[in-house]
């Protein structure tokens, strides 16, 4: 049986992952196209716990090491417990964030460098690279404004500004190095012309 297809969704706080991913699922259902839907960090019980703990707002003393092993952690448990199966029945699968955030977040923002993350995500890296990854193109000042401020519950989401502005150099940088991989959508206009880019990519590539 071949192999099913891998969809990632990238992008900065703010910039409309979760609404995109719900207007994919409903073309998806329409046209009758079979697919599982799953997110990052969690997915399964062990992920979501160890999400609880990353995303907690009480853990302000998480050094940026230990926050990168458990986005490693349960991403290895996600895709060994749920999504290898998945992919390998020849299922479509849809995630929401993969590694490509760990580069952007903990890489290039916390400043612990690509080959930290490469090296802790090696087995996610070898076996799970996206067929395609869709990177909502937004600046975080855009993003913030769109969705009205930061989470005051979110870690990550109080990091500052400045925080999600390295976030975001991040992205760019990772779109321009796997430019086969990587489509950067434009993001900046309704969620109608996001949709419908969105949807023109994934059938140029033959995903759906």
Request: a neutral charge.
């Amino acid at each position: 049986m071949m192999r099913g297809k891998f969809i990632t969704f990238e992008g900065c706080e703010g910039v409309g992952k979760s609404r995109q991913i719900k207007l994919l699922e409903e073309y998806l259902v329409k046209e009758g196209i079979k697919y599982y839907l799953t997110r990052e960090p969690g997915g399964t019980t062990i992920s979501e716990k160890i999400r609880n703990i990353i995303l907690d707002g009480a853990n302000v003393a998480m050094s940026d090491e230990c926050e990168a092993l458990l986005y490693a952690a349960a991403r290895v448990q996600l895709l060994k417990e749920t999504l290898k199966g998945r992919l390998d029945a020849g299922e479509l699968v849809i995630c929401d964030r993969f590694v490509d955030s760990s580069f952007a977040y903990q890489g290039k923002a916390r400043g612990l460098g690509y080959a930290f993350i490469e090296k802790i995500n090696d087995y996610a890296i070898r076996n799970f690279t996206p067929d395609c990854t869709l990177f909502l193109d937004l600046s975080p000042e855009q993003a913030f404004m769109r969705k009205g401020g930061a989470d005051k519950t979110d870690r990550l989401e109080l990091s500052g500004l400045e925080f999600h502005k390295r976030v975001y150099e991040g992205y760019k940088e990772l779109a321009e190095k796997y430019k086969d991989r990587i489509v950067a959508i434009d993001s900046s206009g309704t969620k109608e012309q996001t949709h419908a880019k969105i949807i023109a990519a994934l059938k140029e590539r033959g995903i759906i």
